[in-house]
């Protein structure tokens, strides 16, 4: 992951987008030169653009599905402690996301800028 570390009110954490500062109020302006993140599957090159497309590639990869919360899609790999929650809703599937799938399945996945 990429990005920097902000030392605010005594909580550090970490800013993706470093060029996006926060205004009062806790709204953000972005700078224009923000890149966006896109999630790629790798042996296809297929850009992953909905939770379809990313479910059948996980299928394929022996995952399989979770239906115990209803507002999160989740994936589990048996014999093993991986689990792969997500948001509902596409809009909200950030680049933390894609991380998370990207390092449970190595050779499988990355994350490239738009």
């Not at 005594?10 to 224009?32: F, H, I, K, M, Y």
């Not at 790798?42 to 507002?71: A, C, F, M, Q």
């Not at 589990?76 to 950030?94: G, Q």
Request: overall charge positive; glycine content about 8%.
């Amino acid at each position: 992951m990429s990005g920097v570390w902000v030392f605010k009110n005594g909580v550090v954490r970490l800013v993706e987008n470093p060029g996006t500062e926060t205004l009062d109020g806790g709204r953000q302006a972005s700078n224009s030169g923000r890149r966006n993140k896109v999630l790629v599957h790798t042996p296809s090159n297929e850009v992953i653009t909905s939770y379809s497309v990313l479910e059948r590639k996980l299928l394929g990869l022996g995952w399989e599905r979770y239906y115990n919360d209803p507002d999160l899609l989740q994936f589990h790999i048996r014999s093993t402690v991986h689990l792969i929650s997500l948001p509902k809703d596409f809009t909200k599937f950030k680049s933390m996301h894609m991380y998370d799938i990207v390092v449970k399945n190595r050779n499988c996945f990355e994350v490239r800028d738009m």
